[in-house]
């Protein structure tokens, strides 16, 4: 095991860096950068000026600095709405975000910073991407940590009562609420809990927005912990129904799959207990992929279940910091937080392969070659 955990980690860093490298190469030719944005913002603020003065945009360039009244800038790596700007004020735009060297240059300058986990300043918000995540991290974690657990909590036992009364009145009913969750996106769950509970035409019985309230610092500790679980009860409430589903039915077709094997029938004709048949025999192999899948599910919710929950309960959580740095083209953001969920997602990924030998410890991956 030690042997093919040591091949896995190796496999990382090309896997890594080819990540990088294409979403690196993509970013090159995605319109709106930071220097067009902010042309845009110097000449949005110049026409106001001149509208507002009546002439007055010569006064507006000079205290700027940067207007010509003629010039415009070409010089293989023109930007629309450029003209009327100096061509060595546009220079120094662009090496203030770093648009004076080349690609190839500029991406191993990143890669060698975030090697040593140094991600730099957000473009737009002037502040260490590091700070950003981490005050963005605990929302995320809440969201994905308590709806993944409660996910499977729900899921593996409802699943094998499913599988164990196939047929019956009891699996046709909860197939219809799972053909219901699974149908309805998350979203439309999270916005009919906020219309009936939190205050938007019947009930008010919930807050509406942050993960605690804002003098949450001088409650008691008991106190604290209940004002956490009221805060996130409606948001993990809208996430669990859209996403146990899937996991119900694979963990019913699962376990549905080895009480059928010839195994089970053995079990049985030995005379044991139809409970320490599906948990003592059944319940290992029929887990195998649901448990093991539980990294890689906490990672889905975590960075990709979560973004339209967050704007609509109002929770700065992971989600909507990257959907804001793709908008406002924040490569710093971008381009460290992508960093970070690959490297999550190798690692989890590995995490899920150790964890099928410690659900079945008769695989044994030190045989593979890959």
């Given at each position: 095991m030690l042997a093919y955990i040591i091949r896995r980690i190796l496999l990382m860093i090309p896997t890594l860096f080819g990540i990088?490298?294409?979403?690196?190469?993509?970013v090159q030719f995605a319109p709106g950068g930071p220097v067009e944005q902010l042309i845009a913002k110097i000449q949005g603020q110049a026409g106001a000026a001149t509208s507002r003065f009546g002439g007055g945009g010569g006064e507006v360039a000079g205290s700027a600095?940067?207007?010509?009244?003629?010039?415009?800038?070409?010089?293989?790596?023109?930007?629309?709405?450029?003209?009327?700007?100096?061509?060595?004020?546009i220079k120094e735009i662009r090496k203030m975000y770093g648009f004076d060297k080349p690609a190839p240059e500029r991406f191993l300058m990143m890669m060698r910073n975030y090697l040593e986990f140094h991600?730099?300043?957000?473009?737009?918000?002037?502040?260490?991407?590091?700070?950003?995540?981490?005050?963005?991290?605990?929302?995320?974690?809440?969201?994905?940590?308590?709806?993944?657990?409660?996910?499977?909590?729900?899921?593996?036992?409802?699943g094998i009562a499913k599988a164990?009364?196939?047929?019956?009145?009891?699996?046709?009913?909860?197939?219809?609420?799972?053909?219901?969750?699974?149908?309805?996106p998350g979203f439309m769950f999270a916005v009919f809990l906020v219309v009936i509970f939190a205050g938007g035409s019947f009930l008010d019985w919930f807050p509406l927005r942050g993960l605690v309230s804002e003098?949450?610092?001088?409650?008691?500790?008991?106190?604290?912990?209940?004002?956490?679980?009221?805060?996130?009860?409606?948001?993990?409430?809208?996430?669990v129904i859209s996403g146990f589903a899937s996991l119900t039915l694979l963990s019913k077709n699962c376990f549905l799959d080895e009480i059928n094997k010839q195994y089970v029938m053995t079990a049985r004709a030995k005379g044991l207990s139809?409970?320490?048949?599906?948990?003592?025999?059944?319940f290992r192999n029929a887990m195998l992929l649901v448990?093991?899948?539980?990294?890689?599910?906490?990672?889905?919710?975590?960075?990709?279940?979560?973004?339209?929950?967050?704007?609509?309960?109002?929770?700065?959580?992971?989600?909507?910091?990257?959907?804001?740095?793709?908008?406002?083209?924040?490569?710093?953001?971008?381009?460290?937080?992508?960093?970070?969920?690959?490297l999550l997602g190798l690692v989890l990924n590995l995490i899920g392969d150790i964890a099928y030998t410690l659900v079945d410890p008769r695989i044994d991956f030190e045989t593979r070659t890959t």
């Open positions: 990088m490298v294409i979403n690196f190469a993509i600095g940067a207007m010509t009244g003629a010039q415009s800038f070409d010089e293989g790596n023109s930007y629309r709405g450029a003209q009327g700007l100096d061509p060595a004020f991600f730099g300043d957000s473009y737009f918000q002037d502040r260490p991407v590091v700070d950003l995540v981490a005050e963005r991290l605990p929302v995320s974690i809440s969201l994905g940590l308590w709806t993944t657990l409660l996910v499977y909590l729900i899921s593996i036992p409802l164990v009364r196939d047929g019956s009145a009891f699996d046709v009913w909860t197939s219809a609420a799972v053909v219901v969750g699974y149908a309805i003098h949450w610092a001088t409650f008691s500790w008991p106190h604290r912990i209940l004002d956490y679980f009221w805060h996130i009860a409606l948001p993990i409430t809208a996430l139809e409970r320490r048949v599906l948990y003592g025999h059944v448990v093991a899948g539980f990294p890689r599910a906490f990672l889905e919710i975590l960075f990709t279940g979560a973004l339209l929950i967050e704007v609509i309960f109002s929770l700065n959580g992971l989600g909507l910091l990257g959907f804001q740095a793709a908008i406002q083209r924040d490569y710093p953001v971008i381009f460290a937080t992508l960093y970070v969920y690959t």
